[in-house]
């Protein structure tokens, strides 16, 4: 259903519901989540009308500095839990399917604060993500991708030292005859988007908010 | 007594285990609680809290924040909890004097004051920055040593084994080559007629830092080792294998914490609290003699923002005045800018400035925020620059540099996003002589010069 077929009454309660999920509402959000499903409007409409417009204001809101990462954590958990409200009321077959990025610091690598504002500014964009911490090796990284059927790997390095491994994971991809299979991102203090060029990566993001400006344009 | 690492592996095992992203999110929560609690409010306008009071009650919010949330160990996934009594033995047991350096070169590292006298030990060096071989590093880590107004240098690292091979953190070339890069650092100063002044490196894994130590030709004893917390309030067994290196063979050990503005701590007040927490881990947890105190703002590539100079010079401020630590602040380390550039002084002298008056030393070099695997990117300059500011600023009025951090401020606050990116050491230096060329050369003047008129009191 189109968001201009709607009532105001009904617009009006998906106005309501992507303001609770911006403002981290979470009472609110869950009770306006249950409203929606009781007044029988489309549960794909309001993911895609409110949910995805709040993903966008929380976006904006961190942009200006009004809010921050926790900010990002909890409006992003929030989005799944009441997107899952939500979903249970639509067919399997019609739920679209998240795009999915398989997420961590690179192997040697125990630098986490650009890596867990970029996964949480992914997450609250209305991305799957499967963030696996610092210190990952280029096999966890591939297998939890393809365990989790994922779109895109994204690298993150904060030591020249540890650049290579953002490297080695491309390299491995293409050994296993699978590079083709997944997007590969990369950033990070020392990375530059001449030095994701030169390794092969499909993108580079030099803050978290070029970084999901980036995947949008690399998978939607 | 103070707790002895072993109690603190102990309680890495025995302490309540909790989710990374609960215990993340318990900081911003606490912190929202502590900065009402405490009437903690960052001012735009006062970069530098000038009378203290507020510096006292960010002080105690810290120690609040750090006796109820701890530090987490992402290795076991439990959470490190002293009490208050443990806290207290801990602040009033570590040093306040520690001599650092060998022979002529040996310096004493005490306890700063607020606008204090005591002399702030400058540790300099292009900090971790890529050299692109043997005779670039050994070169530019000479023409820092040769300089008397710095105390110490800090190391880099060489990417690549006999030129061809890649140096990649936690196998064997990492240990080799940072190896290499001490040995090279000790020749280094030794040619400068510095033989026993303070070397340090850090490698990215305990392994190739431990590695690195040797009285006759690495890593001394008198040098210390880094043992640095994970932001926000975390470590790994990682940082406590350097602590037990250091502890086992009688190592000065320098912890080193960031709070995030914009991360876990949120505002400019969060990380100021957090900043001070920070340091008290590096105590009791990391069982640091000296600590720097750091703040990062997590959008912008530079250490000198006005929200982190306010936040790193208030957390200072308040360890200053309530213990008798010694403090690192280092804040100006990476400006945005690159080297030959003005902006470059600006920001390192706006950081160092207020590192110095706050009652901190400086020691974790000087170098662009981003390098990336550009080589040679830094000059024995900057190090100069970092030493004359700090040793300048010695004794000046929290007032006096207020008002030059404005004066500074002003003139790259607006320019930190897209900051020149300056030159490398090719462009910049004779390297025969070892001498800046007349271009940079002119220009460092100059920007002397500026500052020597806006109050700050160069030796020399």
Known sequence: MEISNLSQEHKGLLDAFRDAIVAIDEDKAREIAENIISETIDPSTAIKY????????????FDSGEYFLPHLVMAGDLMEAVGAILEKHIPAEK?????????????????????????????????????????????????KAKEVKADMIALSSLLTTTMPYQKEVIED??????????????GGGPVTEVYAHDIGADGYGRDAIEALDEVKKLLI | MRLSLWEILLRTKEGPIIEEKQFDLSIFKKIQELQ??????????????????????????????????GTYCITTRRVIKLTEPELQTEIASCPDELELGQGTDKVKMLHRDVEGNQEPVVVAGIQTAP????????????????????DGIWGGVLLKIEGKYDVIAGTPSEIYQYRKTVEIMREAIKAAGRPGMIIINNAPTSLATIAMYSEESGLRKTDGIESTGMSEVKISYDDLNRCAFGLAHGIHIHGSHSSVIGGFSATPEGAAIVAVAGALQLVAVQKSDSLRCGVIEAMVKSRVTRKELWAAGTALQGLSRNTRLIVDGSIGDHPAAGPGTKQYLYESAAGHIVSTVMGAHSTQGTRKFVVGSTCNYGTPLESRWMGEVCKGAVGMDRVTANRIVKYLLAKYEDKLRDAPEGETFEKLYNQGKLEPLPHYQKLYQEVKEELREQGLNFRN
Request: charged fraction near 30%; charge should be negative.
């Open chain 1, 50 to 61: 409110s949910i995805a417009d709040a993903a966008i204001k929380v976006g904006e809101r």
């Open chain 1, 95 to 143: 739920i679209e399917r998240k795009k999915v990025i398989v997420i961590g610091t690179v192997q040697g690598d125990m630098h986490s604060v650009g890596k867990n504002l970029v996964a949480t500014m992914f997450k609250a964009g209305g991305f799957e993500v499967h963030d696996m911490g610092v210190d990952v090796t280029s096999i966890a990284f591939i297998d």
């Open chain 1, 173 to 186: 991809l293409a050994a296993m005859g699978i590079r083709d299979r997944f997007k590969v991102m990369i």
């Open chain 2, 36 to 69: 009402q609690k405490y009437d903690i409010k960052y001012d735009p306008e006062k970069p530098l809290d000038v009378d203290g009071d507020l510096a006292d009650r960010v002080f105690q919010a810290g120690v609040a924040f750090f006796l109820n949330i």
């Open chain 2, 131 to 150: 050299f692109s071989d043997e005779e670039m590093m050994f070169k530019i880590t000479k023409g820092c040593a040769m300089d008397y107004c710095i």
